[in-house]
């Protein structure tokens, strides 16, 4: 049988027919007698039924009806900052997610909730629960409060809202990189390692008047885009973890060993057993263990003698829901690949070359691709975990996507604070002028709510307008903050 839909116009119709086997209450058991049920409102926006009359206890109100899958959706859809429901007098709803008796509206007025499912006609019921439990399934992410109402806005008028937010997550992003960066100087200088020791940084600390002097030193440079792109690879399933082995190893780890042969297998091996990811060969049969995992188990037992700090094991880690070529072993190989190019390939000299020579917005975006893009080879193009070959190769460790965000998330935010720094204002202006317009491929889930709910087409193919929505949709829509955004101000008022 087919998954059951459910569509809010199906609710109507019975609430329209009074399809009940019984005598309605309230969630706080106030008996509810529907006189007139009232008339469909077709005007977007506003209650779902118009003067209706209904007597709920001993009184009778006149006013307006809502209808909403989940008691939930009175917060989610924005009626409790929408003035349109102050002339509320019921809320029905088929499933109370949300275990409320009642809701607010806009003007502080408490308004009683029926949950109409256990006074359905039997075979409606069974209908109903199946749709229920599909729609579950469905509401992975909850719609924008003003996805209803806001085409009252122009496409100009939300966009021009979207550039200055995207402007404003890249001022953030900035300010963090910054932060880490005076932190990183500030460990170095007094020598401490994250995170054997801990430390705490004090007033003198967040006082202290840096000069460009003072990040001077490479390797902090180098550290800070180490922790940062890890924490990019981990997605976010795994980011802290990635980001927290970033810290123990170091760059400075990592450097003693530049002038090895191979540098990528050493770091394959000190990135994967510091990760506690490399089976313990010593225990397993020597049938299940592949020359490529034996390789890493002994070269670790050399490297390990230098090694002095925190270790990890494989129950840190997340594999349960990841598609194969997210898990942490392809990332990590595609890691240690990127810190050859930082460590060895000199990839911080040829992004200030990158941008020194190239004016044009696409050809740069293009060039910085072609550093952070990185093809499968090796053991990791046949593996997604240890010692079982994959039915499949894969093509890359890091693709087109994961590149555009290593680059507009981190590699940005930091050239613009690092020209900035070191007086290369020109530079710093065709970082923000390549910010502005870059064209990223592939999308989130967030993007595309944020589009669809504002009618917005292809916008957040442009990068600004894409960290836009994201900051829109995580700093305003999912806190609540309607009435603070722009958009909201305008549709609910």
Same mark, same amino acid.
């Given at each position: ?5 459910i ?10 027919n ?20 009232g ?10 039924f ?5 007597? %709920?206890?001993?009184?009778t109100?006149?006013g ?10 009175w917060?989610?859809h924005?009626?409790? %900052?929408?003035?349109?429901y102050?002339?509320?007098?019921l ?8 275990k ?12 009683p ?11 409606l ?5 199946k749709?229920i ?12 409060p ?6 009252k ?21 900035r300010?963090?990189v910054?932060?880490r ?7 170095s ?8 020791i801990?430390y705490?940084?004090?007033e003198?600390f ?7 002097k /003072?990040?001077?030193n ?7 885009i180490?922790?940062?792109i ?39 091996s ?7 990811l ?5 225990k ?5 263990v ?12 050399e490297?390990?003698q ?18 194969p ?9 595609g ?8 460590l060895?390939e000199?990839? %911080?000299?040829?992004?200030?070359? %990158?941008?020194k020579?190239?004016?044009?917005p696409?050809?740069?975006?293009? /060039? ?15 593996h997604?975990?240890? /010692? ?15 590149a ?10 930091i ?6 720094i070191?007086?290369?204002h ?30 917005l ?37």
């Amino acid at each position: 049988m087919d998954k059951v839909v459910i569509n809010e116009k199906f609710l109507y119709e019975i609430w329209k027919n009074q399809e009940f086997e019984r005598v309605l209450v309230t969630e706080e058991n106030e008996p509810i007698t529907v006189i007139d049920c009232g008339t469909i409102n077709s005007v977007v926006g506003g209650p779902d039924f118009r003067n209706a009359r209904i007597k %709920i206890g001993n009184i009778t109100f006149q006013g307006d009806v809502e209808i909403d899958l989940f008691h939930s959706d009175w917060k989610g859809h924005g009626h409790y %900052i929408n003035k349109q429901y102050n002339k509320l007098i019921l809320h029905v709803v088929l499933n109370n997610d949300s275990k409320q008796h009642h809701v607010i509206t806009q003007n502080g007025r408490k308004v009683p909730s029926v949950l109409i499912e256990s006074f359905l006609k039997k075979d409606l019921r069974s209908e109903i629960q199946k749709a229920i439990l599909s729609e579950r399934e469905n509401r992975l992410n909850q719609k924008m409060p003003c996805h209803q109402i806001n085409s009252k806005l122009t496409k100009k008028e939300k966009l021009t809202h979207i550039f200055d937010l995207g402007f404003t997550r890249f001022r953030h992003k900035r300010e963090n990189v910054l932060l880490r960066l005076k932190e990183l100087t500030h460990l170095s200088e007094l020598n401490l390692k994250e995170p054997i020791i801990s430390y705490d940084l004090d007033e003198r600390f967040y006082n202290r008047k840096f000069s460009s002097k /003072d990040f001077a030193n490479k390797q902090v440079w180098y550290q800070l885009i180490f922790e940062s792109i890890f924490e990019a690879l981990g997605y976010s399933n795994n980011k802290d973890i990635m980001r927290r082995l970033a810290e123990a190893v170091q760059v400075k780890f990592l450097s003693s060993f530049l002038q090895t042969d191979d540098f990528v297998s050493v770091t394959e091996s000190v990135l994967f057993n510091v990760a506690g990811l490399v089976p313990d060969v010593e225990k397993l049969p020597k049938s299940e263990v592949s020359d490529y995992t034996l390789k890493l188990f002994e070269q670790w037992k050399e490297l390990k003698q230098k090694y002095d700090g925190r270790t990890f094991h494989s129950t840190n880690w997340h594999f349960f829901r990841l598609r194969p070529q997210n898990f942490p072993t392809i990332r990590l190989a595609g890691g240690a690949r990127l810190l050859n190019k930082l460590l060895k390939e000199n990839m %911080i000299e040829n992004i200030i070359t %990158i941008f020194k020579k190239t004016n044009n917005p696409r050809r740069l975006s293009s /060039d910085l691709r072609s550093i952070f893009l990185i093809k499968a080879s090796g053991y990791w193009k046949k593996h997604y975990v240890f /010692d079982q070959p994959s039915e499949s190769e894969l093509k890359y460790f890091i693709g087109m996507s994961r590149a555009d965000e290593i680059i507009i998330n981190i590699i940005l935010p930091i050239m613009s604070i690092y020209f900035e720094i070191f007086n290369k204002h020109d530079l710093a202006k065709k970082v923000l002028k390549l910010y502005l317009n870059y064209y990223q491929v592939g999308e989130n889930s967030i993007v595309s709510e944020v589009t669809n709910s504002l009618q917005l087409d292809d916008a957040a193919k442009r990068t600004v307008y894409n960290q836009g929505m994201i900051e829109l949709y995580k700093e305003y829509c999912i806190k609540e903050k309607c009435l603070e955004c722009s958009i909201g101000q305008k549709v609910f008022n």
